[in-house]
T-cell receptor
Framework: DARVTQTPRHKVTEMGQEVTMRCQPILGHNTVFWYRQTMMQGLELLAYFRNRAPLDDSGMPKDRFSAEMPDATLATLKIQPSEPRDSAVYFC????????????FGPGTRLTVT | AQSVSQHNHHVILSEAASLELGCNYSYGGTVNLFWYVQYPGQHLQLLLKYFSGDPLVKGIKGFEAEFIKSKFSFNLRKPSVQWSDTAEYFCAVSPSGGYNKLIFGAGTRLAVHP
């Protein structure tokens, strides 16, 4: 049963620290998405990639967030420096472009910035 | 801008009651439509999806949804809910040809009492 994996599952850090979240998409999937979920804003799309190339990162605060795909099996989302308002659950999802458009979600990283 | 509206933010039902959750979207072109469910503490899972063909779509766990193009709606239904259906439900839209990008509604929290 192929799944999207995310690490770490929980992260508590102090304001100003760098945070790196990792995602391993399902093997063979060529699109990867990063979402942020908060009580106030719901699910927001931060960035997405197709064939490792960033297609849209307009949902990310560019001054502190960055997303990359060093290779087809790893996507990273970094926050530097982190702020309390970044506290949220960050989900990664993967899919196949041109297919059924279904996205498979990972378990999320719960980030708390104090 | 494309958007998805879910009319009910919180729904409370007793077991065996019927469920209907509303979803409307704003997009003039061809869309793919989804309902995702998020059980407490878990990641999003796909309930059902619509791409074309029969506007009445059946999903897992007895859920179904009807696409009414003239109303830009994709309401979720279940004739008889169970306590295990307690979860948050998200409607999502993906414009066809939009690189699989999903636009989510704010979600509806469903609580089913025994």
């Amino acid at each position: 049963d192929a799944r999207v994996t995310q690490t770490p599952r929980h992260k508590v850090t102090e304001m100003g620290q760098e945070v790196t979240m990792r995602c391993q998409p399902i093997l063979g999937h060529n699109t990867v998405f990063w979402y942020r979920q908060t009580m106030m804003q719901g699910l927001e799309l931060l960035a997405y990639f197709r064939n490792r190339a960033p297609l849209d990162d307009s949902g990310m605060p560019k001054d502190r967030f960055s997303a990359e795909m060093p290779d087809a099996t790893l996507a990273t989302l970094k926050i530097q420096p982190s702020e309390p308002r970044d506290s949220a659950v960050y989900f990664c999802a993967s899919g196949i472009s041109g297919g059924t458009y279904e996205q498979y979600f990972g378990p999320g990283t719960r980030l708390t910035v104090t | 801008a494309q958007s998805v509206s879910q009319h009910n933010h919180h729904v409370i039902l007793s077991e065996a009651a019927s469920l209907e959750l509303g979803c409307n979207y704003s997009y003039g072109g061809t869309v793919n439509l989804f309902w995702y469910v998020q059980y407490p503490g878990q990641h999003l899972q796909l309930l059902l999806k619509y791409f074309s063909g029969d506007p009445l779509v059946k999903g897992i766990k007895g859920f179904e949804a009807e696409f009414i193009k003239s109303k830009f709606s994709f309401n979720l239904r279940k004739p008889s809910v169970q306590w295990s259906d307690t979860a948050e439900y998200f409607c999502a839209v993906s414009p066809s040809g939009g690189y699989n990008k999903l636009i989510f509604g704010a979600g509806t929290r469903l609580a089913v009492h025994p």
